[in-house]
């Protein structure tokens, strides 16, 4: 809905803009011409042109569009990861009363040169921990992980800390460099800077300065002035306008070399990536071929036919959980009646509690509120798992009678 206004507004703006415009040339054919005569209607329409020229002056004009070019090291060896059964945990609560919470539990999959994975799940998942885990940055407290050869790697981070906030913009380029090389051109840094939209006084004010969008789009300047064959996006889809993602998306679908991308937005991961590792609770990561919509496809399926979940403890996703019963009892019926509140209510309360997480000054203001709210958001996870295949069965149940 935003988009259609924006395009409206625009489109109304184009035709005011086009109509001003032709006035404008108008007037100034007419001024070259010469006044006729020095009357009193002429001089004002000489003051009319001069506002007009100043105002076509300050026209607010569109932004121009970020030039991104990714910039290809030689190939990295064909695998890039393989890990086999790799489990990850981490403690929870204070040192004394600490509880591990599994991240990660028996992970296997294997990751090519040339593959686009995204990663997906919900905020405290384990995304960034998995990422650790396939650059080799984390060992797994078992299982293990193989790396790849000539890996060279670009990482944009989620909370943008590869950015020092008092070095002026220019110099967060190369290291202060006065010139970078892309793709065998050598380019000084402030026209490489404009190519991402800074200014030159932009591009002289200090990091902190910066917006969001812009603090972005610094970092994929700096990310993309080096040489790469893997590179790694956590969450780079935050604060960049739609002109700029449209192009980062382009550049990753003709990218040579390896994806590893963590994002919210299903649209993107659907246009760019391959595969996908999904959180599916439990510390289990399911392997899926395609996007987000495919997963969707394969989890909904697996539920047709009834295919197991990832605790084997509990019953097939979709298999009753009655027995000895071909009915609903009134006791049944009133618990699938209330089921849809709860479910509503759990996922409005799933939705607060990403809300906080997703605010990165949460974990260095408030620890242990953020550790309660990580083990909420798993506990929530698990009573909507479990709601979901109570009413499933309970209409299943329903439809059989």
């Known amino acids: 809905e935003y988009l259609k206004q924006k395009a409206d507004a625009l489109y109304a703006e184009g035709k005011q803009n086009a109509l001003f415009d032709k006035r404008l040339a108008d007037e100034e054919v007419w001024i070259r011409k010469g006044i006729q005569a020095r009357r009193t209607r002429d001089e004002g329409r000489v003051q009319r042109l001069l506002a007009m020229r100043e105002q076509y002056a300050q026209r607010r004009n569109l932004p121009g569009e970020a030039k991104l070019v990714l910039q290809e090291a030689d190939r990295s060896g064909r695998l890039v990861a393989d890990v ?38 919900p905020n405290g998942a384990g995304k960034t921990t998995l990422l650790s885990l396939l650059l080799g940055k984390l060992t797994p407290d078992s299982g293990r992980v193989k790396l790849g050869t000539k890996q060279e790697i670009a990482y944009f981070d989620q909370l943008r800390a590869q950015l020092n906030d008092d070095q002026p913009v220019f110099e967060a380029i190369g290291n202060g460099r006065e010139f970078v090389e892309i793709n065998g051109a050598r380019k000084h840094v402030m026209s490489y800077l ?177 550790r309660a709210l990580q083990d909420r958001a798993s506990a929530i996870e698990r009573e909507l798992g479990e709601a979901y295949r109570r009413w499933e069965a309970l209409e299943q149940l329903a439809k059989a009678v």
């Not at 919470?101 to 040339?114: A, E, F, Q, Y």
């Open 84 to 121: 086999e059964r790799a489990s990850f945990a981490r403690p929870v609560g204070a040192p004394l009363g600490a509880t591990v919470r599994p991240i990660i539990r028996n992970l296997t999959t294997t990751i090519l040169r040339g593959d686009k994975v995204g990663i997906i799940g």
């Open 194 to 370: 404009q190519e991402y939209l800074f200014t030159l006084d932009r591009a002289r004010s200090p990091v902190r300065a910066l917006s969001g969008g812009e603090r972005s789009r610094l970092l994929l300047a700096r990310l993309f002035s080096e040489p790469s064959n893997i590179i790694v996006l956590d969450e780079p889809t935050n604060d960049l306008d739609v002109e700029t993602l449209d192009l980062l998306e382009e550049l990753l679908i003709d990218y040579a070399g390896t994806v590893l991308l963590v994002s919210h937005d299903r649209e993107f991961l659907d246009n760019v990536v391959t595969r996908c590792l999904v959180f599916e609770g439990h510390g289990h990561v399911g392997d899926y071929v395609g996007g987000y919509k495919d997963w969707l496809r394969q989890t909904s399926q697996s539920r047709l036919r009834g295919a197991p979940t990832e605790d084997p403890a509990r019953p097939p996703v979709g298999a009753p959980l009655w027995r000895d019963r071909d009915r609903l009892s009134y006791k049944d019926q009133r618990e699938l009646a209330d089921l849809p509140k709860r479910i509503e209510l759990l996922e409005s309360e799933q939705a607060k509690v990403s809300n906080q997480l997703s605010d990165p000054g949460l974990y260095a203001r408030e620890r242990e509120k953020a």
